[in-house]
């Protein structure tokens, strides 16, 4: 009978016979459970993180000081699935943006908006395969700072060069462009100041969590 407060594997390698191939079979199981648990507690924080960051979009900010380009390293830090570092970052992205463009910013659009511009979409995407780069196992206080920068740089480039393009703003020349990249460095201060400030938030309210809850863990 499986005693109370233990998993089957822990009962099962306790009773069984020594040198019993039975014992290191449920040595591997246990090993493989706490590997799965903790890592489901992995996600669970790493995406609460990732909703707090998104919903803190719709909160009134400075221009341009945004956790865009932080869930983004996040998710790519975080997340071991390929398929999870993109799925999770460009939902929360894609959901905030739906509650952004017809609900805060409703009225600049007519009718329903689904997104304001692929542009940044294009650019999260880079940004998330830069984390994927620098962060993944190899998260550090330099590595997010650099990172953070990096992608500051990237959306900035990808953003006015969109502005550039696809508006009749700025000539479609060269120095066009390049006027179009000094009109917008005015708002690259934010830009940096918010992929900063967010990294540090994701990234050190991820590690305190994962602390506590290993701490809770082994006292329990």
Known sequence: MIQHGKYPAQVFWKNAPSGSPSVG????SLRLFKLTKSNIMKYRIALV???LAAVSRLLPHPQNFTPIAAIGLFGAAVFDRRWLMFV???VALFLSDLLL???VYAQYYEGFAWVSSGWIYVAFALVILLGRVLLHHK???????????CASVLFFLVSNFSTWYETALYPKTFDG??????AGLPFFGNTVLGDLFFSAVLFGGYAWAMRSNLALVRVK
Not at 139 to 149: D, E, F, R, T
Not at 177 to 182: F, P, R, V
């Open 88 to 90: 999770v970052p460009f």
């Open 25 to 28: 079979f449920a040595a591997l």
């Open 101 to 103: 463009n017809n609900v």
């Open 49 to 51: 993180l990732i909703i």
């Open 177 to 182: 462009l390049m006027l179009c990249y000094t």
């Open 139 to 149: 998260i550090g206080i330099k590595n997010v700072v650099v990172a953070s920068l």
